[in-house]
């Protein structure tokens, strides 16, 4: 059974630089899997930031980037904000149409 | 901006049957990919169906064989099928559009309980 994995939870300070990752139980994330990053405040529907690895959707700030970093996926926010505090989701494409979220990571900006 | 409108959720019993409803209000759906995920109550995002342009249909372990979605190309509008629903049903349900899941609608709440 695949996993696609997300670290739970990250906290960082205002004006730094994270980077969320997002792994696979069962091998490396390539850009085949098509990783994409969304976010989540609480009682909102998801919004997506970047799709396709790297790909910005329209009208999210280049503070948000996307990449592969060794065998994960990662989104990096550069220059963390206070309105930054969100649960962070990935999803990867597994082939056949079939798309997995991991757990998501609530990203604290303290 | 891709924008879309979700109904049909409610209060079921488990063992039952509903029909969610998805229309895009600013877009012809049958051009795109048009998914759903569902959220359960304080949980995670899960992916759970998809259907193409095509109309190919595919579907999470979790659902196949109870759910089946389907489109109406002169309403505009995607439905999901829940046949046999089950507690673990609960949960709000997005339509999302895009092959990337782009554009997310606000959501259908089931709850499934007796």
């Known amino acids: 059974q695949t996993v696609v994995t997300q670290e739970p939870s990250f906290s960082v300070s205002p004006g730094e630089t994270i980077s969320l990752t997002c792994g696979l139980s069962?091998?490396?994330?390539?850009?085949?899997?098509?990783p994409t990053w969304c976010r989540q405040t609480p009682g909102q529907a998801p919004r997506t930031l970047i799709f396709s690895t790297n790909t910005r959707s329209f009208g999210v700030p280049d503070r948000f980037s996307g990449s592969i970093l060794g065998n994960k996926a990662a989104l990096t926010i550069t220059g963390a904000q206070a309105d930054d505090e969100s649960v962070y989701y990935c999803t990867l494409h597994l082939g056949g149409g079939i798309w997995m979220f991991g757990g998501g990571t609530k990203l604290t900006v303290l | 901006e891709r924008q879309m409108v979700e109904s049909g959720g409610g209060l079921i019993q488990p063992g039952g049957s509903l029909r969610l409803s998805c229309v895009g209000t600013?877009?012809?759906?049958?051009?795109?990919?048009m998914n759903w995920v569902r959220q359960a109550p304080g949980k995670g995002l899960e992916w759970i169906s998809v259907?193409?342009?095509?109309?190919?249909?595919t579907y999470a372990d979790s659902v196949r064989g109870r759910f089946t979605m389907a489109r109406d190309d002169s309403k505009n509008t995607i439905f999901l099928q829940m046949n046999n629903l089950r507690v673990d049903d609960t949960a709000i349900y997005y339509c999302?559009?895009?092959?990337?899941?782009?554009?997310w609608g606000q959501g259908t709440p089931v709850t499934v309980s007796s």
């Open positions: 069962s091998g490396s994330v390539s850009p085949d899997h098509h």
């Open positions: 259907i193409s342009g095509g109309g190919t249909t």
């Open positions: 999302v559009e895009g092959f990337y899941s782009n554009y």
């Open positions: 600013t877009f012809t759906v049958k051009t795109h990919f």
